[in-house]
């Protein structure tokens, strides 16, 4: 085994409350685990629907936050389990982990908490180990036995990294890498979120970053559950994002984190309707879309 650290390291910080998390399964990809929630006072989501734009203006327009106030950055670990394997190293030649594990991390705390004190309580994901090793599946994120709730381990097939056709490697590998990474800074509802939100938030991100896979189509698998996870979710995200302002997604990260997942409560409460309404809302976009296209 090699360990390889890689810069920049953490700054330690009072551990938050944690309470138990959750182990979302599924069948296409091997999924572990989201971190667990806070207890932590939460913010009003009319903070977020006002401010958000203005911290992303501020952001873009150079003010960034000073350097008390930036998001605090996990020590990043590499492990590589069998250096004699192809898919590692495959994985070695096509991507630079030193630069695209610090940018997928940040483009991860931005994503869901915009800012790092003006923002929603972001978790204190102190580290993230990337382990790349022969095994079924895509990827997985868990937590390390001795504190699984600041502490990180996702791994990554190297396998499946060795069948990515060669002109794809880079692009994919870093969206695997950008969707597990949600999974270390995400909230589960105390457990008890859908599998299929947890994921479809992940793949939100990963579709926002400009890394979705090309075989990814909005509109597929409509007549679907609004919950079927992955790009499906992800797109129904993307729709509720574009309807509603930037920042739902956010807030139902939000609301993730401060309570129970009740869905009926859930979503009235953050969206003002059931979930299957807005589903149903979805579809027909997707299907007036459609008939554009024709
Ligand atoms: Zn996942």
């Given at each position: 085994m090699v360990l390889v650290p890689l810069p920049p390291n953490t700054t330690p910080v009072p551990p938050p409350i944690f309470l138990p998390g959750m182990s979302p399964a599924d069948s296409s990809s091997t999924e572990a685990s989201a971190p667990a929630p806070t207890s932590l006072p939460g913010h009003t989501k009319e903070e977020e629907t006002q401010s958000s734009g203005d911290k992303i203006a501020s952001s873009v327009n150079g003010t960034a936050p000073s350097s008390a106030e930036a998001f605090l950055q996990p020590r990043l670990r590499l492990h590589?389990?069998?250096?004699?394997?192809d898919g590692t190293s495959i994985f070695l030649s096509s991507i630079s982990p030193s630069s695209i594990l610090p940018s997928a991390v940040s483009r991860v705390q931005k994503a869901l908490y915009?800012?790092?004190?003006?923002g929603y309580h972001i978790p204190s994901t102190r580290s993230v180990t990337l382990i790349v090793r022969p095994m079924d599946g895509v990827a997985y994120t868990t937590g390390i036995d001795l504190d699984p709730e600041q502490h990180k381990e996702i791994h990554l097939s190297s396998r499946y990294v060795a069948s990515i056709s060669a002109e794809r490697r880079g692009h994919e590998i870093e969206g695997v890498i950008v969707h597990e990474l949600v999974h270390c800074y995400q909230y589960n509802g105390h457990g008890h979120a859908p599998g299929g939100l947890i994921e479809g938030i992940a793949d939100w991100v990963r579709l926002g970053a400009d890394?979705?896979?090309?075989h990814w189509r909005k509109g597929?698998?409509?007549?679907?559950?609004?919950?079927?996870?992955?790009q499906h979710t992800a797109y129904f995200l993307q729709y509720l994002e574009e309807r509603f302002g930037e920042g739902t997604v956010r807030r139902l990260n939000e609301g993730l984190r401060t309570s129970k997942y009740e869905e009926k409560a859930f979503w009235t409460g953050i969206l003002g309707r059931p979930v299957e309404q807005l589903w149903e809302d979805y579809k027909k976009h997707v299907d007036e879309e459609k008939g554009n296209e024709s």
């Open positions: 590589l389990n069998d250096l004699t394997d915009v800012h790092p004190t003006r890394l979705a896979p090309p597929d698998e409509v007549n679907g559950k609004w919950d079927a996870g992955y």
